[in-house]
């Protein structure tokens, strides 16, 4: 079994300050790791993703995360926030099923954390 | 390029009436499908998933069907809408093969059940 747990429900910054975002993951092997952000009334937009490859992912917008296997987390950071940065961002767990002689993934989101931006 | 839509928008029915919410995909052929909803205050849940035209695995137990009649395009249904149903409905596709398949969002339904 795989879960996600988000530390945070709501995060609030200061334009221009580091962003650190929370996640703990639980699985029973070597994960893949997402995080995901949702703007208000959109969609999911996938931020970045690790797979087992190099454990800094480096994302879109300036975001990243590091994958630490002893600490079962997958934190996401950014140096400086924008205002743009405000919306809803989702760690996810991957696990990979197989169904009819082909493969699917099935993701676990975490609660989400609500990012808010101050002037 | 691929491309996933998904309609209506937003939606708000009363309890006891039917749904029927659609999600198409372009650009790509044999997608894993997938209905994901998410309620207010918490994460997704994958609700149903699909490996090919009229595959359909659900995930967990509720008020809903998902049906896949054509190769690109994924239904969720209700016959009688509960007030647990409202959430913000997310459709996601990804490619058939491997295990390193990323899955994509479509825009969402909001769905508020009166």
């Known amino acids: 079994a795989q879960s996600v747990t988000q530390l945070d429900s709501h995060v609030s910054v200061s334009e221009g300050t580091p962003v650190l975002l929370r996640c703990n993951y639980s699985?029973?092997?070597?994960?893949?790791l997402f995080w995901y952000v949702q703007h208000p009334n959109k969609g999911l937009q996938l931020l970045l993703k690790?797979?087992?490859?190099?454990?800094l992912v480096k994302g879109i917008n300036g975001f990243e995360a590091e994958f630490k296997k002893s600490e079962t987390s997958f934190h996401l950071t950014k140096p400086s926030a924008h205002m743009s940065d405000a919306a809803e961002y989702f760690c996810v767990v991957r696990a990979t099923f197989n169904a009819g002689g082909t493969s699917y993934g099935k993701l676990t989101f975490g609660q989400g954390t609500i990012l808010t931006v101050h002037p | 390029s691929q491309t996933i839509h998904q309609w209506p928008a937003t939606l708000v029915q009363p309890v006891g009436s039917p749904l029927s919410l659609e999600c198409t995909v372009e650009?790509?052929?044999?997608?894993?499908l997938y209905w994901y909803r998410q309620a207010a205050g918490r994460g997704l849940q994958l609700l149903f998933y699909s490996v090919g035209i009229g595959q359909i695995s659900s995930e967990v137990p509720q008020n809903l069907s998902a049906s896949r009649p054509q190769d690109r395009q994924f239904i969720l249904s209700s016959k009688k809408l509960l007030l647990s149903d409202s959430g913000f409905y997310l459709c996601?596709?990804?490619?058939?093969?491997?295990?390193?398949?990323?899955?994509?969002f479509g825009p969402g339904t909001r769905l508020t059940v009166l």
């Open positions: 650009g790509t052929s044999n997608p894993n």
């Open positions: 699985s029973s092997y070597s994960p893949s």
């Open positions: 996601a596709w990804s490619r058939l093969a491997g295990w390193d398949n990323e899955q994509f």
């Open positions: 690790y797979t087992s490859a190099a454990t």
